[in-house]
T-cell receptor, first 113, second 119 residues
Framework: DSGVTQTPKHLITATGQRVTLRCSPRSGDLSVYWYQQSLDQGLQFLIQ???????AKGNILERFSAQQFPDLHSELNLSSLELGDSALYFC????????????FGPGTRLLVL | AQTVTQSQPEMSVQEAETVTLSCTYD???????LFWYKQPPSRQMILVIRQEAYKQQNATENRFSVNFQKAAKSFSLKISDSQLGDTAMYFC????????????????FGTGTRLTIIP
């Protein structure tokens, strides 16, 4: 158990819909990262937040957005869903300091039908 | 941009044997971190081992060790005395070390090697 929690574990929805994925980082970790794992794209970085502020953006679609709240939990919002958005979405957190090891949550498996 | 290449899509080895997974990367950075993550059938991403680029000594974690060749940009993972529980997808990952503590700390992953330990 990494200490990072993600809900829900599974999500099935239809095209055009909107969903919210939730992540709680490990106690004390200020940085949260979102990754997408799909069969055709592999593991890709989406976005990073540090203590409520966006720090880095990767290959995140405009239909996707994220935020980190004062209690440090983070949400990833996916809208106007398409079949190709079906993937495993991971959240990771890392501590402040020299070592930036990222600890991953169990992931949310999204299926868009 | 950084790239990570894992040239072995699949490997299999007998239980108790030693296996080495290959990883090469391309970067113009001089300060960075390298990681190996394991993803078993449960799909959980589990950190196996990590290495700082400025450290010449190869990292070791119990049965897992790396061969880090900075000049060759190579970072292979050796698993000794392999066990059935080592069956998983293994991902090599690169992270640039930012100037500050709050920079772009994304992980760039390779495509993975599927390792099967045969009883």
């Amino acid at each position: 158990d990494s200490g990072v929690t993600q809900t829900p574990k599974h999500l099935i929805t239809a095209t055009g819909q909107r969903v919210t994925l939730r992540c709680s980082p490990r106690s004390g970790d200020l940085s949260v990262y979102w990754y997408q794992q799909s069969l055709d794209q592999g593991l890709q970085f989406l976005i990073q937040y540090y203590n409520g502020e966006e720090r880095a953006k990767g290959n995140i679609l405009e239909r996707f957005s994220a935020q980190q709240f004062p209690d440090l939990h983070s949400e990833l919002n996916l809208s106007s869903l398409e079949l190709g958005d079906s993937a495993l979405y991971f959240c990771a957190s890392s501590p402040l300091g020299t070592w930036k090891t990222q600890y991953f949550g169990p992931g949310t498996r999204l299926l868009v039908l | 941009a950084q790239t990570v290449t894992q040239s072995q899509p699949e490997m299999s080895v007998q239980e108790a044997e030693t296996v080495t997974l290959s990883c090469t990367y391309d970067t113009s950075e001089s300060n960075y971190y390298l990681f190996w993550y394991k993803q078993p059938p449960s799909r959980q991403m589990i950190l196996v081992i990590r290495q700082e680029a400025y450290k010449q000594q190869n990292a070791t974690e119990n049965r897992f060790s790396v061969n880090f060749q900075k000049a060759a940009k190579s970072f292979s993972l050796k698993i000794s005395d392999s066990q059935l529980g080592d069956t998983a997808m293994y991902f090599c990952a690169f992270m640039k070390r930012g100037i500050s503590n709050f920079g772009n700390e994304k992980l760039t992953f390779g495509t993975g090697t599927r390792l099967t330990i045969i009883p």
